[in-house]
């Protein structure tokens, strides 16, 4: 009996665990996802991917059964990590099992195929957000990737108004971990003339979402006077209070711009000038810095994203199913205290028996 009720102590791997009702595409999920939030994987409970790295495809397995990673692709391709490095064999494993990024911890310049943003910004909490630390993280790290946890333990946390409200009337593109990995592909030149430049739209990075990629456009001797789709497609003015990404163009000043167009499209951009000089880099969707918000450990989405119904900013939740009742020492002392106290009861019984059967025959 003693081994029965030891066993689920003796396996600290198995860790029970429940799906989370609010991920469904039927309920809070859709609605996320809708918006366009992002769903990536940070590991199973009990479980370390450090020491395990078949939780990689059991979180992703967990995820992808009820939900699609975003509404620009099905596969996630985020997974977030508390540790500060991975050897390459992790690395590797992550990149089979489809994903792209790591975050949060992890150096954003490493020698393995994985995008890694780093934690930037600071957090979401109450009395702990801090609108100085946001602003040194751009200026240090041209974005900002801000922590939030809406339940530690027992305790619920809440998000700080004041800083909240300070950041939705910034001029930011809120996007999450996927959608800028996927959108960072530059459109390709075809034809140009003296004139006018012809760009047709790339294709997004290898196992990225299907994303239409931002590319900054700027001249040198020259004004910008037009900006058109050629082919049957359309292209839409921006402004600055276009804060999710989408197709379109902005044109900054007189001699510069971002185009954001999805694969294939065909694009040109009209000048006036003599002798211009055509330069095209990777740009930011609307040339606005990247604000994300990330929602870790996500066990219950509910309770993660309630706070944020009617916000802009678009989060990557790093899912994980909500562990089950965890095992308890009281089964394995009760146990215990049967194993001493049924052997005594039973020779007790057997004696009294003994002596009762003894009495009667004497009679």
């Given at each position: 009996m003693?081994?029965?009720?030891?066993?689920?102590?003796?396996?600290?791997?198995?860790v029970?665990w429940?799906?989370?009702?609010?991920?469904?595409?039927?309920?809070?999920?859709?609605?996320?996802?809708?918006?366009?939030?992002?769903?990536?994987?940070?590991?199973?409970?009990?479980?370390?991917?450090?020491?395990?790295?078949?939780?990689?495809?059991?979180?992703?397995?967990y995820?992808?059964?009820?939900?699609?990673?975003?509404?620009?692709?099905?596969?996630?391709?985020?997974?977030?990590?508390?540790?500060?490095?991975?050897?390459?064999?992790q690395?590797?494993?992550?990149?089979?099992?489809?994903?792209?990024?790591?975050?949060?911890?992890?150096?954003?310049?490493?020698?393995?195929?994985?995008?890694?943003?780093?934690?930037?910004?600071?957090s979401?909490?109450?009395?702990?957000?801090?609108?100085?630390?946001?602003?040194q993280a751009?200026?240090?790290?041209?974005y900002?990737?801000l922590?939030?946890?809406?339940?530690?333990?027992?305790?619920?946390?809440r998000?700080?108004?004041?800083?909240?409200?300070?950041?939705?009337?910034?001029?930011?593109?809120?996007?999450?971990?996927?959608?800028?990995?996927?959108?960072?592909?530059?459109?390709?030149?075809?034809?140009?003339?003296?004139?006018?430049?012809?760009l047709?739209g790339?294709?997004?990075?290898?196992?990225?979402?299907?994303?239409?990629?931002?590319?900054?456009?700027?001249?040198?001797?020259?004004?910008?006077?037009?900006?058109?789709?050629?082919?049957?497609?359309?292209?839409?003015?921006?402004?600055?209070?276009?804060?999710?990404?989408?197709?379109?163009?902005?044109?900054?000043?007189?001699?510069?711009a971002?185009?954001?167009?999805?694969?294939?499209?065909?694009?040109?951009?009209?000048?006036?000038?003599?002798?211009?000089?055509?330069?095209?880099?990777?740009?930011?969707?609307?040339?606005?810095t990247?604000?994300?918000?990330?929602?870790?450990h996500t066990?219950?989405?509910?309770?993660?994203?309630s706070?944020?119904?009617?916000?802009?900013?678009r989060?990557t939740w790093?899912?994980?199913?909500?562990?089950?009742?965890?095992?308890?020492?009281i089964?394995?002392v009760?146990?215990?205290?049967?194993?001493?106290?049924?052997?005594?009861?039973?020779?007790?019984?057997?004696?009294?028996?003994?002596?009762?059967?003894?009495?009667?025959?004497?009679?």
């Open positions: 003693l081994s029965v009720l030891l066993l689920p102590l003796a396996l600290p791997g198995a029970a429940r799906a989370d009702g609010w991920l469904s595409q039927e309920v809070v999920g859709g609605e996320r996802l809708a918006l366009g939030d992002e769903f990536g994987c940070h590991g199973m409970p009990g479980k370390n991917v450090l020491e395990d790295i078949s939780v990689i495809t059991e979180c992703k397995e995820l992808t059964l009820q939900i699609n990673a975003s509404k620009w692709g099905a596969q996630p391709l985020s997974f977030g990590l508390s540790a500060s490095e991975l050897d390459s064999n690395h590797n494993a992550m990149y089979d099992a489809g994903f792209r990024i790591t975050g949060d911890y992890l150096a954003a310049e490493m020698d393995y195929p994985l995008w890694g943003i780093e934690r930037s910004g600071g979401l909490e109450q009395n702990v957000a801090s609108i100085p630390e946001i602003e751009i200026e240090e790290n041209g900002a990737s922590y939030w946890e809406a339940q530690i333990e027992d305790l619920n946390v998000r700080d108004r004041d800083v909240l409200e300070w950041i939705e009337s910034q001029d930011y593109w809120f996007t999450t971990w996927g959608e800028w990995y996927s959108s960072s592909h530059l459109a390709t030149e075809s034809v140009r003339t003296n004139q006018s430049i012809t047709k790339s294709a997004a990075p290898n196992g990225a979402w299907d994303v239409p990629g931002t590319t900054h456009l700027s001249l040198d001797g020259g004004q910008i006077t037009s900006i058109e789709r050629i082919d049957d497609g359309q292209l839409s003015e921006l402004t600055v209070s276009d804060h999710h990404l989408k197709t379109g163009y902005r044109i900054m000043n007189d001699s510069s971002t185009l954001t167009i999805e694969e294939g499209a065909i694009v040109r951009v009209s000048w006036q000038g003599e002798d211009v000089e055509v330069q095209f880099s990777e740009g930011t969707f609307n040339n606005l990247p604000f994300m918000a990330v929602g870790h066990t219950d989405l509910f309770e993660w994203s706070p944020f119904q009617h916000s802009p900013l989060f790093l899912i994980e199913p909500q562990p089950d009742i965890e095992p308890s020492w089964l394995p009760v146990a215990f205290l049967i194993i001493l106290v049924v052997p005594a009861a039973v020779r007790y019984t057997l004696k009294h028996d003994r002596e009762m059967h003894h009495s009667s025959e004497e009679e």
